[in-house]
């Protein structure tokens, strides 16, 4: 009897490799490959923990549908289908684990249900209130399904909060200095056009073009602090990060990448609008004009984004037909 050992493909190419939970010898159940699969007594248990968990937080549901009609928070509609979706990438996994309740879980869902009458009540912090309702949510998770579930299903659940708006005094002392940052940038800019003399005081671009004073001048109002892309665009690095498989500090890295790229994007933004502002004519950096600028972003930030990615894919390269070639064949008889 002969013995041979070899590498896989997917192992010589350094793929990511996905592990299935192994089956008993004795048990004849075949591997569940889609949600179908799953028996109709759980979508039944699914569907009542729904309803439950609807009608508790009944009030947080429809508080935050109606903060996504801000255009701030316009992007908070697709968050939870993007956590659907990250949930479906591991559909496999998910329906041929072994679950296991943990009354941990059941402690932390306790607790969660306690807190949100005692923060309406007591603490009055409305900011808390879909958090709590996240957590309850992830507590369920590891109550029902134990830690082997939680572990697939955690980024998924966290990956949530990006639709949970910002209080806005927070938001307001965010925004703040990234106006002032896009301001004096694009100030720094617009100075190398000729006859063109730009000061900033505070957000307002002041400008004077061949000695005349241009009116009304240029304001870096709230919408152009770039805090809307920024929050859109982090949670995309959050989730292309997760569904690409890359090391741990590749990842890392494209997450944190978001915050300088949404900033060098929206100053490139407010500087356009400057230039637009002096050498064509104002109304074509206001209204409607303004806005298709700001969409124009979205390509650029993504392309800063995807070159980066490149970068670092390139970074290291595997010379796997040498690693191949080198594989050793053992046999025994």
């Known amino acids: 009897m002969t013995e041979n050992t070899y590498l896989s493909e997917a192992e010589a190419k350094g793929e990511k490799i996905v592990q299935v939970p192994k089956q008993d010898k004795n048990c004849v159940q075949p591997l569940r490959k889609d949600w179908r699969d799953l028996d109709v007594h759980v979508y039944i248990k699914i569907m009542i923990i729904g309803v439950l968990f609807c009608w508790l937080f009944n009030n947080v549901i429809w508080g935050l549908i109606g903060d996504w009609s801000d255009p701030s928070w316009s992007h908070g509609i697709l968050i939870p289908l993007f956590s659907l979706y990250f949930i479906n990438q591991h559909k496999q996994e998910i329906l041929n684990l072994e679950l296991k309740p943990n009354y941990i879980g059941l402690l932390f869902l306790i607790c969660g249900i306690i807190f949100y009458p005692l923060n309406i009540v007591h603490f009055r912090y409305g900011y808390l209130n879909p958090l709590d309702m996240i957590a309850t949510l992830g507590a369920i998770v590891l109550f029902l399904g134990g830690w082997n579930l939680l572990k ?38 617009l100075n190398f056009i ?36 920024l929050l859109a665009f982090l949670a995309l690095g959050v989730a292309m990060a997760y569904l690409y498989y890359r090391p741990i500090w590749q990842r890392l890295v494209l997450v944190a990448s978001t915050i300088p790229i949404a900033i060098i994007c929206n100053i490139i933004r407010v500087t356009i609008s400057g230039f637009i502002h002096v050498l064509i004519n104002p109304k074509y950096a206001q209204g409607i004009y303004h806005d298709m600028l700001g969409l124009a972003m979205l390509p650029v930030a993504f392309g800063l984004y995807y070159f980066l990615a490149w970068f670092m894919s390139n970074l290291f390269v595997e010379d796997t037909e040498a690693d191949t070639a080198n594989i050793v064949v053992r046999k025994s008889k």
């Open 152 to 189: 697939h299903t955690w980024l998924p659940i966290a990956f949530l909060i990006f639709a949970v708006p910002i209080p806005q005094r927070y938001y307001v002392a965010l925004t703040m200095p990234m106006r002032f940052l896009a301001a004096k940038s694009a100030a720094l800019m």
């Open 194 to 229: 000729p006859h063109l003399d730009v000061t900033v005081n505070g957000v307002m671009i002041n400008m004077t073009y061949k000695g005349d004073v241009l009116n009304p001048p240029l304001d870096v109002a709230e919408a152009c602090s770039g805090m809307r892309l």
